[in-house]
């Protein structure tokens, strides 16, 4: 006897495989990326206008509280460089099997945190 198909997923229940979280949060960092866009090209306009709004940037950057968004936003332009790397790798049929694909969506993780971390420590 077959079970009935469910009239509704409950995501919070599904356990994705770590392929899907990788492509998941590459859609995510890009349309984070995107959101932020106005505020990169703030903090880029502050620092390169005159001595004083350098100042003003430099003050603005020494929040504690915009530290952990802009490197947030590092991590999320890492990610998306990374997972898109990943990406064009798959359209040109690398490492298209499971173990591979599996290897390559940890190895966007890995690299991606690990990057964040090292530009962190030397940015903060």
Same mark, same amino acid.
């Given at each position: 006897?077959? +079970?009935?198909?469910?009239? !509704?997923?409950?995501?919070?229940?599904?356990?994705?495989?770590?392929?899907?979280?990788?492509?998941?949060?590459?859609?995510?960092?890009?349309?984070?990326?995107?959101?932020?866009?106005?505020?990169?090209? *703030?903090?880029?306009?502050?620092?390169?206008?005159?001595?004083?709004?350098?100042?003003?940037?430099?003050?603005?950057?020494?929040?504690?509280? #915009? +530290?952990?968004?802009?490197? $947030?936003?590092? *991590?999320?332009? #890492? !990610? !998306?460089?990374?997972?898109?790397?990943?990406?064009?790798?798959? &359209?040109?049929?690398?490492?298209? &099997?499971? $173990?591979?694909?599996?290897?390559?969506?940890?190895?966007?993780?890995?690299?991606?945190? $690990? #990057?964040?971390?090292?530009? $962190?420590?030397?940015? *903060?």
């Amino acid at each position: 006897m077959s +079970k009935p198909r469910p009239k !509704h997923l409950d995501l919070t229940k599904i356990r994705f495989p770590v392929t899907a979280i990788v492509s998941g949060m590459h859609r995510i960092s890009g349309a984070v990326l995107f959101l932020f866009i106005p505020l990169l090209l *703030w903090l880029l306009q502050q620092s390169l206008a005159t001595a004083q709004s350098f100042e003003a940037f430099r003050s603005a950057v020494s929040n504690p509280l #915009l +530290k952990l968004v802009l490197l $947030g936003l590092l *991590w999320a332009y #890492l !990610h !998306h460089v990374c997972a898109g790397i990943r990406h064009l790798a798959l &359209d040109l049929n690398w490492s298209t &099997d499971l $173990g591979p694909a599996r290897a390559t969506s940890k190895a966007v993780l890995i690299v991606s945190i $690990g #990057l964040t971390l090292v530009a $962190g420590a030397m940015l *903060w």
